[in-house]
T-cell receptor, first 113, second 115 residues
Framework: SQKIEQNSEALNIQEGKTATLTCNYT??????LQWYRQDPGRGPVFLLL?????KEKRKERLKVTFDTTLKQSLFHITASQPADSATYLC????????????FGKGTSLLVTP | EAGVTQFPSHSVIEKGQTVTLRCDPI?????LYWYRRVMGKEIKFLLH????????ESGMPNNRFLAERTGGTYSTLKVQPAELEDSGVYFC?????????????FGEGSRLTVL
């Protein structure tokens, strides 16, 4: 069956450090992968999309890598700030089901001053 | 530009009652999705509308759930009769194009508590 796995444990880091979150998947052949941010009590907010032919993508302090051989994406936040504290979700299209997005459970990030 | 709006933000009902959740997508977005997150689990896909047509409803749990999108604008998701396991947060999302960027714009969610 299809699976999207993200670190289940919360990630605690100090302000200014780089946070690295992992997304592994099985039984997907995605054309792209997306990352979303979700704050408590809010809906997910789109951050970045990376296509299968892209190794890396950057947006301000965010960097995403996509390794279709390893079936893994890494999400990096450099120079992290307390405002970056949130849950980060990895999402893949489900080509078996009309290309709707499937989400991982998310990784909670806490950045402390 | 207004985002995706959902109503109500929170609903508490008793088992066996009916609840109707509403979603207003971003104007001009043909694609509308319903998702649900139950406690401790991932956000799970329920169904996808393209305009007023159901493109994919493979995620709907059972026939107690009925989604409609009249005229291709707002959508409703009715749960009748509600069961305890239906509790969770129901998210609506919309997008302009399928598989172009695939970026979804989410509402804030409707939290449903079934007692």
């Amino acid at each position: 069956s299809q699976k999207i796995e993200q670190n289940s444990e919360a990630l605690n880091i100090q302000e200014g450090k780089t946070a690295t979150l992992t997304c592994n998947y099985t039984n997907y052949s995605p054309a792209y992968l997306q990352w979303y941010r979700q704050d408590p009590g809010r809906g997910p907010v789109f951050l970045l999309l990376i296509r299968e032919n892209e190794k890396e993508k950057r947006k301000e302090r965010l960097k995403v890598t996509f390794d279709t051989t390893l079936k893994q994406s890494l999400f990096h936040i450099t120079a992290s700030q307390p405002a970056d504290s949130a849950t980060y979700l990895c999402a893949l299209e489900n080509s078996n089901s009309g290309y709707a997005l499937n989400f991982g459970k998310g990784t909670s990030l806490l950045v402390t001053p | 530009e207004a985002g995706v709006t959902q109503f109500p933000s929170h609903s508490v009902i008793e088992k066996g009652q009916t609840v109707t959740l509403r979603c207003d997508p971003i104007s001009g977005h043909d694609n509308l999705y319903w998702y649900r997150r139950v406690m401790g689990k991932e956000i799970k896909f329920l169904l996808h509308f393209v305009k007023e047509s159901k493109q994919d409803e493979s995620g709907m749990p059972n026939n107690r759930f009925l989604a409609e999108r009249t005229g291709g604008t707002y959508s409703t998701l009715k749960v009748q009769p509600a069961e305890l396991e239906d509790s969770g947060v129901y998210f609506c999302a919309s997008s302009q194009a399928v598989r172009d960027t695939g970026e979804l714009f989410f509402g804030e969610g409707s939290r449903l508590t079934v007692l």
